[in-house]
């Protein structure tokens, strides 16, 4: 299979690691001066201590100033990372002025040495605006505390010349840089009108602080949509009343940005007890801010009005085609439909098929409310496009599911609901949640709608925890809600991957208990929400904003590469006319 735009966005968490603790970086500093030191020692030499003095002095400095430097704009540098930057522009100094000496003799040290300071200007530089401040005028300052502090050491160990020399080769390798910068910064500003390192920036700034600064990006590449949203209310006899709603839009794409904590805040948003399941919506409508969640709640309040309440729905059913299971229920006039493949891999379907399907069904029923369960992860693969094998089975199920539907009794309906919280975190993949249980009874016949607040399940985790309802009730299935507040940089982190499905099967099996305690007579009303004007990033745009990035890193080694070897042949050219 082709690897689609999640695939391609997964692929680029690889360029993305945490910076080793500072005291761990500062004492590698230090450690490799002193060994240069004791390498370098020889009686009367006119370098002793350069170890220390010419690369570990100037790497502490950099250290100290750069956080206080930085933040003077306003921005953010960890210590963390500014110290790595350090050691790892000191590791550079010491390989380029220092292995040649080996080979040719220190007559070469002073030059290779003022060499080496320019490039480490130029790549603190390069690092600084993509992870502090994209603006280079703000991070030059900062990117030249390192070099300066070695320039002034340089003027006690070398000859009068080496000073302009080291300054005239800062500014050569500065503006090689920032050309560099410049290229980077094209293909996203052609694509897109937007500063890719002020991208960067902010996703850093998400990462480390919880920002939410990248929502006026995604607003920027962003587009209107207008998408339904059916929900079933329930009004109980006794015991509180119960909302099940299907968003046509994606939960995404990570942690609290965007959509990311789409179902929670609906949740939060309603008097009942509220189910918000995964619809059909790929990446493509992620949410681009938070925000734009209101709207979906005032539209799904409006469509209350006038809402008609049956007491009757029919007896669950399940329908097959191909690889896809669909769990269909009549609730009056409407039908509710949870679909899945697993255990083959159940992911996101395109919105195209999930209103396809739902057209179709309204030419016999009121409201249809089509659920993508997504309850088996594989992998990060793309999502269910039209036309495709997978989607022609979803189609050819749901027809199925209408027709079978279409003739079943309807009988009084008795429901009950649960909401157990669970002791496991978003790094282990659960949203806060946690699980919550419908329970419906008709004609003695019992159906369990269990949801947990997560990404995905892990491959026969659905299974699992299927037969640990079953062993209660008649007809059951396990969804989740697709929430991205547990992937904050990785789209990998499905129930079941991190916490053993043996720990937490004992919160699905009480949830459902309690749902059964709770069951009571119920009416249902099911209203379509007309969500207008929802903001999202736009058809396509995670795919070309993925294809972009992707591009931008195929060519950046190689360019990067070409752009040293000139500006090291301007550095060769500036010694050779000072001389």
């Not at 949203?431 to 026969?460: C, F, H, M, P, W």
Request: charged residues 15%; negative net charge; proline residues 5%.
């Amino acid at each position: 299979m082709e690897s689609g735009p999640d695939v391609r966005v997964e692929r680029l968490t690889r360029y993305i690691f945490s910076a080793p603790s500072w005291p761990r970086s500062l004492a590698i500093i230090v450690v490799l001066g002193l060994v240069i030191d004791i390498a370098t020692y020889r009686p009367g030499t006119e370098f002793f201590l350069v170890g220390t003095l010419g690369f570990s002095v100037p790497a502490l400095i950099a250290f100290l100033l750069t956080v206080p430097l930085v933040g003077v704009f306003g921005r953010h540098i960890t210590w963390n990372r500014s110290a790595l930057l350090a050691l790892a522009c000191t590791v550079l100094t010491v390989i380029l002025s220092l292995s040649p000496v080996l080979l040719f003799g220190r007559g070469l040290f002073p030059t290779l040495y003022a060499i080496a300071l320019g490039l480490t200007f130029g790549l603190r530089l390069l690092v600084l605006v993509a992870v502090a401040d994209y603006r280079i005028s703000r991070m030059a300052l900062p990117a030249f505390t390192q070099s300066a502090a070695a320039i002034a050491v340089g003027a006690w160990f070398f000859t009068p010349g080496f000073v302009p020399y080291a300054l005239l080769l800062q500014a050569v390798f500065g503006l090689v840089f920032v050309f560099l910068i410049w290229l980077i910064e094209r293909p996203l500003k052609r694509a897109f009108q937007i500063s890719g390192l002020n991208f960067l920036n902010t996703f850093i700034a998400h990462l480390t602080d919880g920002s939410k600064n990248m929502e006026d990006f995604f607003r920027e590449i962003g587009e209107e949509v207008y998408v339904p949203q059916v929900s079933l209310f329930f009004s109980r006899e006794s015991g509180k009343d119960v909302l099940f709603t299907v968003p046509n839009v994606h939960p995404g794409p990570m942690g609290d940005v965007g959509g990311g904590n789409l179902p929670r805040i609906l949740h939060d948003a309603f008097p009942e007890e509220t189910l918000v399941a995964h619809g059909c919506a790929t990446h493509d409508f992620n949410l681009v801010s938070e925000s734009e969640i209101e709207k979906i709640a005032r539209a799904v309040e409006a469509s209350r009005e006038g809402l008609a309440f049956s007491a009757v729905a029919s007896r669950p059913v399940r329908v097959e085609s191909g690889s896809v299971s669909i769990l269909c229920q009549r609730f009056g006039d409407a039908l509710l439909m949870v679909s899945t493949r697993s255990p083959e891999r159940t992911e996101d379907l395109d919105y195209s098929i999930g209103m396809a399907i739902m057209a179709e069904g309204r030419g016999s029923l009121s409201e249809v409310a089509f659920v993508d369960a997504h309850n088996c992860m594989t992998s990060v693969g793309s999502p269910v496009l039209p036309a495709t094998r997978i989607a022609t089975e979803y189609i050819a199920a749901a027809r199925e599911g209408f027709q079978v539907a279409r003739d079943l009794p309807l009988e009084p309906l008795a429901i009950g609901v649960s909401h157990v919280r669970v002791p496991f975190t978003r790094e282990q993949g659960f949203g806060s949640l946690g699980v919550q249980a419908l329970v419906t009874e008709v004609e003695g016949k019992r159906a369990a709608y269990v949801l947990i607040d997560g990404n995905n399940v892990a491959q026969g985790v659905r299974e699992q925890l299927r037969a640990v309802a079953l062993a209660h009730v008649d007809e059951a299935e396990i969804m989740t809600t697709d929430t991205h507040t547990v992937n904050t940089i990785s789209g990998k982190n499905p129930i079941g991957y991190a916490v053993p499905a043996e720990e937490f099967v004992p919160y699905i099996e009480q949830a459902v208990h309690e749902a059964l305690a709770d069951l009571s007579g119920a009416r249902v009303g099911a209203a379509t929400a007309s969500c207008e004007g929802i903001t999202v990033f736009g058809s396509q745009r995670v795919s070309q904003l993925a294809s972009t990035v992707n591009a931008m890193l195929a060519f950046i080694a190689p360019l990067s590469f070409m752009i040293l070897v000139l500006a090291f042949l301007l550095s060769v050219f500036a010694y050779i006319m000072l001389q």
